[in-house]
């Protein structure tokens, strides 16, 4: 039997969503995909998907309205859906990651689970409705999949779940030589973006989620903005929509070797035409970074990868 996509008269997408796919000229396609793929339930697929994952990807909005990103990480099993509406997580935020001081009964959520060894994704957003001292729980209000041209595959190893041992935080509003290294040297990054409110109708909250590249897509262009190119995607786009109604973002960036993790927000402003997108292969347009606030925070995160395994279509001769 086929699998009920959505149901409601209002579209899945916001003012901000349909303002780029309009700009794209796929808003009509969009429309008809998204009302087949976007849910207001997460199908079983999906749950058994989040059931396996031993980490997870979360965006956020503090209260003076920064997003953020973070990262979610428990043994297995962790990520559990009582009720194909309801996601539980039994996990506290890492030490020195903004989210705990975020994570509270009533707040929007997105939640990206991502296996990065099988390339596979999936997208949630929610509403917390209910926090505890390990956990909290999670009511779904839109569902969806994501393809997986862009992911690096990497295999984890999960080393320490307790993370009894203090870690060094560094606060910044500039980024230090570290933190640059960090960003020039990655091939994945994560981005939270929110349009709230009831302006936002069906489609309001926060979103997360994922970009990748060749290592070094992202240039560093001074100590507090950095700018990286936008691939062909599904057209959906969530991310830019949010940033055309709402131009602030957060952004985290791992270190897979050494188990930092770099939390940033700011805003971000989409370059659409000229010459500078052409500097970066494949690129169809560019989003630029501007630094606001930042932490670093040394190895915080209890999960070690492999080196990672490029995307096949990152091996094109576009992308090189």
Known sequence: MAIPGWTQTESPFHAGELAIQTRMGVQERMNAQGRRAIRDFM??????FFAQLPYVIVGTVDPLGSPWASILVGEVGFLSSPND???????KPLYGDPLANILSQ????????????????????????ATHKDCFEVLVRQSFGNCNKYIQARMFTLVDVELATPRLVHQFTTLDQAGQVTIAAADTLFIASAYQGESAGAASGVDVSHRGGNPGFVRVDDDRTFTLPDFAGNCLFNTFGNLEVNPRAGLLFVDFEKGDLLYL????EVIWQGDEIATFPGAERLLRFHLHRGHRVEKSLPLRWSGPEISPVLLQETFQ
């Open 43 to 48: 199908p079983d697929q999906h749950r058994q």
């Open 85 to 91: 509406r309801t996601l539980q997580v039994r996990a």
């Open 106 to 129: 009533s707040i929007d959520i997105g939640i990206l689970g991502i296996e990065l060894h099988t390339r596979r994704r999936n997208r949630m957003n929610g509403i917390v409705t």
């Open 265 to 268: 927000t700011g805003t971000a």
